[in-house]
């Protein structure tokens, strides 16, 4: 530790001294400091970690449900539903990568580095544009899925398929999906915007 202390302060008293890379916060500042950092970088890294683990669990089921769901299929080909495509796998590796950049993201928040303003704005873009394209290619596996039913009316799969179930699940899913992203793109978009709204002007942010 750099840390020294300064006896030339007019002569009257040892004054302490902290290196710049210390990291040295007054308990007093601390206390005077906006709130919102910490509860927004918690909630960023909560819904990025539940993010990044129901995707992966998506991903590892799309290459076990197959073989689970043979009895039910009998000699039918799979459904589309059930095809882990280049477009699928792409879309949920993409969404892991912008669920990671927001666990660093609320990292850096409870820090208040600056940088989590940025993060958080490429999260919520990225995962727009991941909703919008995931809702197209979801009504092209159900005009897929209309198809296969009718071209294979018998096996469990089909019969219980049901397009007006999916398509509310899959809007509701992409409701809730949009509720952070949208969330974050307004807060550090238009109303927390540099260094002093997260320290409220008692401290420099962390580069």
Known sequence: MNDEY???ANGEEDVYVAEPDEGFYDEDMLDDMPGWPKPVGILSIVFGGIAV???GFGMASMFVMPSLMG???GDDPLPPTMKPGLVQIALMAVSVLMNVLLIIGGISCLSRKIATRYMHLIYGVGLIVLAVVGVFFQFELM???DIYVQDYPDNQIS???NRTTQLVSALVMTALSLAWPVFCLIWFGL???TEDDMTGGLLEAAA
């Open 6 to 8: 300064d006896d030339h």
């Open 71 to 73: 009895a039910a299929l």
């Open 53 to 55: 683990t129901c995707i």
């Open 159 to 161: 019969q219980s398929y």
């Open 143 to 145: 005009a897929q899925m």
């Open 191 to 193: 109303v927390k915007k």
